[in-house]
């Protein structure tokens, strides 16, 4: 894995961002930042610039789906991976027509997790 690259991590839970924290700080990622809305989002996007982010859909202040389109406007070669417990199809045709990189169901493990990343990292 690579050493050092930065990820934020967007989620109004922060039983989501403990996790993330747990399964990829030891595989030499850093958090850069957590984020606990969509506009937050933008702003910690702007802020650390990170290398990939993990987005989830439904949040309040801002949803995923426009703090996507936001940062993408601006970033349009950031790499974001949706989060969402829902599977609905056309909010996941939403996000990848906005750019997202890839769609990852909730809940899931740390090789999902890590596969993931190995795809864009």
């Given amino acids: 894995m690579p050493e050092g690259k930065k990820i934020l991590v967007v989620d109004d839970s922060i039983t989501v961002h403990k996790m993330m924290k747990r399964f990829l700080e030891p595989e030499g990622f850093e958090i850069c930042s957590f984020a606990q809305n969509g506009q937050q989002a933008v ?55 906005l750019g997202a990189s890839a769609f990852l169901q909730k809940p899931f493990n740390k090789d999902m997790l890590l596969k993931t990343i190995e795809k864009f990292l």
């Fill in 43 to 97: 702003e910690e996007f702007q802020r650390h610039n990170p290398d990939l982010t993990f987005m989830d859909i439904t949040m309040p202040v801002m949803d995923g789906i426009t703090a996507l389109e936001h940062i993408k406007k601006e970033n349009p070669g950031a790499y974001i991976v949706m989060l969402s417990a829902m599977g609905d199809e056309e909010i996941k045709g939403e996000a990848e027509e």
